[in-house]
């Protein structure tokens, strides 16, 4: 399964691909020289379709928990003051995402989304300082009945050109629900209230829509 977002650089790089693959094979005497080209001609189709995968996760949504928005590795667990929106310390929880993870965004909670505001900015790499606050980037904050107010970014990367943000203001959300995508490297910061319990520690790999970053009874 893949995500729309991608439908239209598939189709292009199949068409592709198979253009390169006729015009090898009319062109290109050598066996082994036209095996070649048509094989790299395969690989950039199949980079192509592993980015834009989509696989299906199960989610229970639940206000007790905040799941994990995105794949990838927990770069940041720390206090911090977030000047955007809450304009006082909270806990941060970064996941920092390769090419090569997933890069659906989900919601990490239920509830209803009370800010969402697009930022376009720099692409330093995801895990620069001062990413969060000068590279391209989205801010939404979602009420949830439990924790709160519950703020997530999306980060562009040095090679993300575009974010796809799908929360828009006075929205009912599902936890675990399709929330955006973010094109070729990135990072989601979540900001949570002080004192919240975390589940995940620095280093851990994270998988959206079932990691448990944080519990509340």
Same mark, same amino acid.
């Given at each position: ?5 991608? *439908?239209?650089?598939?189709? !292009?790089?199949?068409?592709? +691909? ?5 015009? *090898?094979?009319? =062109? $290109? ?16 189709? !199949? ?5 834009? @995968?989509? /696989? ?29 929106? =809450?304009?006082?310390? @909270?806990?941060? &929880? ?25 930022? /376009? ?15 391209? @980037?989205?801010?939404?904050? $979602? ?9 997530? @970014?999306?980060? *562009? ?16 959300? &599902?936890?675990? +629900? ?14 949570? /209230?002080?004192? +919240?319990? &975390? ?7 994270? !998988?959206?829509?079932?990691?448990? !970053?944080?519990?509340?009874?």
């Amino acid at each position: 399964m893949f995500h729309k977002e991608g *439908a239209k650089l598939i189709f !292009i790089g199949l068409i592709v +691909t198979v253009a390169i693959a006729l015009l *090898a094979d009319h =062109f $290109i005497a050598n066996g082994i020289l036209r095996m070649i080209v048509q094989l790299i001609a395969l690989a950039f189709l !199949i980079l192509i379709l592993q980015f834009f @995968r989509n /696989p299906k996760r199960h989610v229970i949504a639940t206000d007790h928990n905040i799941i994990a928005p995105v794949d990838g590795k927990v770069v940041v667990i720390e206090e911090v003051y977030e000047p955007e929106y =809450f304009k006082d310390k @909270r806990l941060q &929880v970064s996941i920092f995402m390769s090419p090569i993870n997933v890069h659906v965004t989900r919601y990490a909670v239920n509830g209803l989304v009370k800010f969402s505001k697009y930022h /376009p900015g720099k692409y330093l790499v995801a895990w620069h300082p001062k990413a969060s606050e000068e590279n391209e @980037r989205t801010t939404i904050v $979602i009420e949830n009945n439990l924790f709160g107010e519950i703020l997530y @970014r999306q980060i *562009a990367g040095a090679l993300a050109r575009r974010i796809v943000n799908y929360a828009q203001e006075g929205m009912q959300v &599902v936890q675990g +629900t399709d929330a955006g995508f973010i094109k070729f490297g990135s990072r989601v910061d979540l900001f949570l /209230p002080l004192g +919240t319990e &975390v589940n995940v520690k620095l280093g851990e790999k994270a !998988i959206g829509g079932k990691t448990i !970053i944080a519990t509340k009874a």
